[in-house]
């Protein structure tokens, strides 16, 4: 094994990415001392009867003192007002790292407030659930996921000791420029949320159709829609307000293809829709191929995946 990577980890946010994390880092023996913060008094309790943290601050500001790694679990919407705060309080040579769904805006409001002694690695595990809170989290989420992270620059030696933190829960770790993470993960996540909440809207909207038909007759396909739609919605408020042309952009050409298929059905093509139909599943195929598709090992609750 690993072994310890960090003395002291400070978790700002205890939600089910850093419980997770917690767990993950107890399970392991990745960090000696896990000191957490969180808004609510019942969800700092929660973290210490859960055993993820060893102990909890009232505020970030507390929680952040003598970290070594400071990982920002928080809303995207309030990482810079997090970072303001907790600024002045951090260790010199700590690492401070988020796990954000949109990587340019966070790098954008939390970099101009971090001192210059300290090392600012930005980071995205595309791991979750529809679950959500401390209660939710488990120390396998992060098992043969990937977590991607935009340096921007960072120490080598900083952001070489986060991937080993992150491998050492078993993520695979990537590297990439931080506008082009907010490119694909448009593609691969955000706008198929906004699709999948859009068609959740579509059948609550129509009267036709009772709340109970919808409900009893649910095929696999909406359930699949529900279960996404699920997702926390401070959350993903702040992802399409923080990645707003790269989500407008895909969806702009989502309703292309969407407008293609319109006229293929319109005019009886079923040459063109079996053609398209086949090269998607393909896409499906390898997504199953590359191990992305089942949840990780001794998720035990029945959900799939959900990155953000």
């Not at 396909?221 to 279960?227: M, S, V």
Request: hydrophobic share 45%; proline share 5%.
């Amino acid at each position: 094994m690993m072994g310890q990577v960090y003395d002291r980890v400070a978790l700002i946010g205890l939600g089910l990415i850093a419980s997770s994390m917690g767990h993950a880092m107890k399970k392991w023996g990745l960090a000696g001392q896990i000191t957490g913060h969180a808004k609510t008094a019942e969800t700092r309790a929660a973290a210490l009867e859960l055993g993820f943290c060893d102990e909890v601050s009232a505020t970030a500001s507390e929680a952040v003192q003598g970290a070594d790694l400071v990982v920002l679990a928080v809303p995207v919407g309030a990482m810079g007002g997090v970072a303001a705060e907790i600024a002045p309080h951090l260790k010199p040579g700590a690492t401070v790292t988020d796990v954000g769904s949109v990587k340019q805006a966070v790098i954008e409001a939390v970099g101009p407030h971090l001192p210059a002694n300290v090392h600012f690695v930005p980071g995205h595990p595309l791991a979750g659930t529809e679950h959500s809170g401390p209660r939710s989290g488990f120390p396998t989420l992060f098992v043969n996921r990937w977590t991607l992270l935009t340096p921007q620059g960072a120490d080598p030696a900083a952001v070489a000791r986060l991937r080993a933190l992150w491998e050492g829960m078993g993520a695979n770790v990537e590297e990439m420029e931080a506008g082009h993470h907010d490119l694909v993960l448009a593609v691969t996540s955000h706008t198929p949320h906004l699709i999948a909440y859009t068609m959740v809207g579509v059948a609550d909207h129509l009267r036709r159709v009772t709340e109970s038909e919808v409900i009893k007759y649910s095929a696999a396909g909406f359930r699949d829609f529900t279960r996404i739609a699920a997702s926390d919605p401070t959350m993903w408020r702040d992802v399409f307000l923080t990645n707003r042309e790269a989500t407008l952009d895909i969806l702009g050409r989502f309703t292309e293809e969407l407008f293609t298929l319109q006229r293929a059905i319109r005019m009886g093509d079923g040459a063109m829709l079996h053609d398209y139909f086949t090269r998607t599943r393909a896409i499906r195929r390898g997504i199953i191929e590359a191990g992305q598709d089942t949840a990780a090992p001794d998720f035990g609750r029945g959900a799939k995946e959900d990155e953000a």
